[in-house]
């Protein structure tokens, strides 16, 4: 499977995280992987950013943010445009607080992990649902 989208332009990663170094470090390590990158603070700002004209193929997004998100904003986004994939990611799936990592996978999450993801086991599911990046 390939980045690349229909038209020929190349599909991008949305990386959803109201924490900024959390956002800007898991952005980092999938444009050092080659991925293109969009970010967003919110699952609003999320839900925006996918009905824009560039094409997101991914979501990479933490589960618990101010606004609606968790669960039912997984549901949402994977009813609205069924194409895109998502990872979602948490601190608290180990917790046994709220929504956990199998509560994700059921809600529509491709692939779900708890905080501190490690940068080889998130590039390992991105390159499973995405394919390779286009280097």
């Known amino acids: 499977m390939s980045t690349e989208r229909k038209g020929d332009t190349p599909a991008e990663i949305l990386v959803v995280d109201d924490d900024a170094i959390l956002r ?10 080659g991925y293109r990158v969009q970010k967003a603070e919110s699952c609003s700002r999320a839900v925006g950013a996918v009905t824009r004209h560039t094409p997101v193929a991914l979501i990479v997004t933490d589960m618990f943010m101010p606004g609606a998100c968790g669960a039912e904003a997984i ?16 601190g608290h799936f180990a917790s046994g607080q709220g929504l956990s990592a199998q509560a994700a996978v059921s809600a ?23 394919g390779p990046a286009d280097q």
């Not at 800007?24 to 992987?33: M, R």
């Not at 549901?75 to 948490?90: C, E, M, N, V």
């Open 24 to 33: 800007d470090l898991v952005a980092d390590w999938l444009e050092g992987a």
């Open 75 to 90: 549901a949402q986004l994977k009813q609205a445009h069924p194409g895109i994939a998502l990872i979602a990611l948490s």
């Open 108 to 130: 529509g999450a491709d692939r779900a992990f708890a905080k501190p993801v490690k940068r080889a086991d998130l590039l390992r599911a991105v390159a499973e649902l995405l």
